[in-house]
């Protein structure tokens, strides 16, 4: 995503705010060193037996009698306060949610009334009390006794407006996840999607395991990757793009099924859905292939999105309904490109078919590979369009290396993408096992890049290809964007919207 440049108006409200900001902590500084002389600890202590909001809520016995007083323990941050006279009205917040709290004098007795007049919003506080409802029905904890546990020298944002510049929201998701609580939620729902995806997984006996992120040679995949130095080793290494070629290696050790939720680098640009840094589960099955992994992700998609959403029908936050419980679409690459480039695409000459992409709007030219000028058209005119959950299989063998040719046709590969939500959530492959056609294709691989000046490493990976021939047994291998699948399953906007400290330029 590019970065909004600043306005003349919008950088004068960031110097008045850091004037008011300096203020404001210095005002706050002041309390530390009157609560310091008071001989209270302005950074707290540990404070035992709290109990999370929304679990006091639930445990909290309306039809009890009038003198049973059900006590709460509770810790949190102050996000609103009320003085009215000789009582206070708060609020705190915690992981959970928020809990009304009341103060009063004769509670609290003089000395700890006047203290809790001197907290601010945004200080956090450990409270012992016991619960009630208000007249307006708003369960409430009597407070009897607090624990300052941390001063904020720092006021939160606007309470009705919170971080309403997106880009602030992104540099101090800190503030983010306090004031906004749909944000809360979508990376409440993230962690469950990865519990889940983990827990499917182990009931089909794969085993998580962890490879190297760091790499000799950057493999399984075309990227540009980040370079590194290895002061250690003398060598240069390169954060890895993809685990993919070390998780076959323990295919070919003996594992059989295997996975690994793993954070790959792609020094590449960012926008709404791509990330330098980003999550990706990539998993082995041996004896399995292409039908295996199909079969494999739409009920695991299905399986965590029943569990973290509850439904099989999801908004994707621009107006369209996603139905993941219909039939998944089965539809060929080429079948695809014949509905948007016309019926005889693949009939036409090449010279043919850079002309009509042109006439479609594509940037190519008669020096752009055959290859890439289909590409363009699938990636650019058609694979957005695909809402619904569809199989985009039998493609061009030149695109997928490390896939298997399918067997009526050695030009195309056994292979799948996943597109949902108009992106490309999972890749799968029946993997190719035959080291002599694996060397013949990275070497043509090598040669392309070498020739266009796109080559990123420069030597093949013989160590990968000396283990495929001590034999890889066939399988059946995927890799699934986790992000993607959150954005998914959340209706977020933006790959932002999910990771929790996305890169941006730096100020």
Not at 76 to 96: E, P, T, V, Y
């Amino acid at each position: 995503m590019s970065e909004q440049p600043q306005t003349p108006e919008l950088e004068n409200q960031e110097v008045s705010q850091v004037e008011s900001d300096s203020k404001i902590v210095a005002q706050r500084t002041i309390k530390v060193r009157e609560l310091e002389a008071m001989n209270i600890n302005p950074w707290g202590e540990r404070f035992d037996g709290a109990e999370k909001c929304a679990a006091l809520r639930e445990k909290f016995d309306a039809e009890a009698a009038p003198e049973v007083e059900q006590s709460a323990c509770a810790a949190g941050r102050i996000m609103a306060m009320r003085l009215m006279g000789k009582s206070i009205f708060a609020n705190i917040q915690d992981s959970s949610g928020r809990m009304q709290l009341f103060v009063g004098k004769n509670d609290l007795g003089d000395e700890a009334f006047a203290l809790f007049k001197k907290l601010d919003i945004g200080d956090i506080i450990g409270v012992k009390g016991n619960l009630f409802t208000t007249r307006t029905g708003e369960l409430t904890i009597k407070v009897k006794e607090f624990t300052l546990l941390c001063k904020s020298l720092r006021t939160l944002p606007e309470k009705f407006h919170g971080l309403t510049n997106v880009e602030q929201r992104y540099r101090q998701r800190y503030l983010d996840l306090m004031t906004n609580p749909d944000s809360m939620e979508v990376f409440r729902k993230r962690f469950a999607i990865l519990r889940e995806v983990r827990n499917f997984l182990s009931e089909r006996d794969f085993v998580e395991v962890e490879t190297p992120m760091m790499q000799p040679i950057p493999g399984g995949a075309s990227a540009k990757p980040f370079k590194t130095y290895y002061e250690a080793l003398s060598t240069d290494m390169y954060m890895r793009i993809a685990p993919e070629l070390y998780l076959k290696r323990l295919l070919v050790g003996g594992f059989e099924r295997v996975f690994e939720m793993n954070r790959n680098f792609r020094n590449e640009g960012i926008d709404r859905r791509h990330s330098p840094e980003f999550t990706m589960l990539e998993l082995y099955q041996a004896y399995g292939n292409c039908e295996t992994m199909m079969e494999l992700i739409e009920s695991m998609i299905k399986t965590v999105a029943m569990k973290v959403c509850g439904t099989l029908t999801i908004d994707n936050g621009a107006g369209k309904i996603i139905d993941l419980g219909k039939p998944w679409r089965r539809v060929t690459y080429h079948d695809l490109v014949r509905e948007k480039g016309g019926a005889d695409w693949f009939d036409i000459t090449y010279e043919e078919r850079v002309k009509r992409a042109q006439a479609l709007g594509l940037d190519v030219d008669n020096t752009t590979p055959d290859f890439e000028v289909t590409n363009e058209v699938y990636e650019k005119l058609i694979e957005h369009t695909l809402i619904q959950p569809t199989f985009v299989m039998r493609m061009p063998s030149v695109l997928l290396p490390l896939a298997r040719a399918c067997k009526d046709d050695t030009n195309l590969v056994d292979v799948f993408e996943l597109e949902i939500n108009g992106q490309e959530i999972a890749p799968a492959y029946t993997e190719l096992n035959d080291p002599i056609e694996q060397r013949k294709r990275f070497t043509e691989q090598f040669e392309r890049d070498k020739a266009s000046g796109e080559l990123m490493a420069d030597k093949i990976d013989e160590d990968f290809l000396t283990a495929l021939e001590y034999g890889m047994p066939p399988a059946g291998g995927m890799g699934v964007g986790i992000d993607r699948l959150v954005i998914l399953l959340t209706g977020a906007d933006s790959i932002r919207d999910v990771i929790l400290f996305p890169h941006m330029k730096r100020k």
